[in-house]
């Protein structure tokens, strides 16, 4: 248990669906972030918020959507997904700017798409 | 562009036997290392965080060592245990962003007892 925690663990939807994966950290952490792992790749970080504002894009389709409502929640919002962006998604948080930037992470949801 | 490779890419191994990991990365300029523990189907363990100014760090029987200059850490396990088994990550931070973790594709560890 790493004070990170993601749901839903598992999700299934279609291309054509709108669905959220949702995180939320215990920590007191003020960074957030989303990684795509795919089979075989190493993760891919996506997004990167600090103090709830969006500080890196990484060249993500305009399909995932995050939202961090406050330094403790964070969403990825998902719309007409392609079946090559089933992976497993995780979160992680870490205290942000400073010489020690441990990223502790949530266990991930599993996104399959039809 | 920093790339993180790590070798073996797969290693099997009798319980008690002890064990090197190793990474590699291209870029010298890092903030950190850091040697993460991941169970199939789940998220990541952090195991052992380097800072760019550290040579090593221990955590029970694990130790990470870092030669920046030369761009390489290695994971020791001590006398491994069944339990050992998962894929274990490496990633570093670059320096000058303090966000930013690059990985590598990671290790897969089987300990046979």
């Known amino acids: 248990e790493t004070g990170v925690t993601q749901t839903p663990r598992h999700l299934v939807m279609g291309m054509t669906n709108k669905k959220s994966l949702k995180c939320e950290q215990h920590?007191?952490?003020?960074?957030m972030y989303w990684y795509k792992q795919s089979a075989k790749k190493p993760l891919e970080l996506m997004f990167v918020y600090s103090l709830e504002e969006r500080v890196e894009n990484n060249s993500v389709p305009s399909r995932f959507s995050p939202e961090c409502p406050n330094s403790s929640h964070l969403f990825l919002h998902l719309h007409t997904l392609q079946p090559e962006d089933s992976a497993l998604y995780l979160c992680?948080?870490?205290?942000?700017?400073?010489?020690?930037?441990?990223?502790?992470f949530g266990p991930g949801t599993r996104l399959t798409v039809l | 562009k920093q790339e993180v490779t790590q070798i073996p890419a797969a290693l099997s191994v009798p319980e008690g036997e002890n064990l090197v990991l190793n990474c590699s990365f291209t870029d010298s300029a890092i903030y950190n290392l850091q040697w993460f523990r991941q169970d199939p189907g789940k998220g990541l363990t952090s195991l052992l965080l380097?800072?760019?100014?550290?040579r090593e760090q221990t955590s029970g029987r694990l130790n990470a060592s870092l030669d920046k200059s030369s761009g390489r850490s290695t994971l020791y396990i001590a006398a491994s245990q069944p339990g050992d088994s998962a894929t274990y990550l490496c990633a570093v931070v670059r320096g000058g962003s303090n966000y930013k973790l690059t990985f590598g594709k990671g290790t897969l560890l089987t300990v046979n007892p």
């Open positions: 992680a948080s870490s205290q942000g700017e400073g010489s020690y930037n441990e990223q502790f």
């Open positions: 380097i800072q760019s100014s550290q």
């Open positions: 920590l007191g952490h003020n960074a």
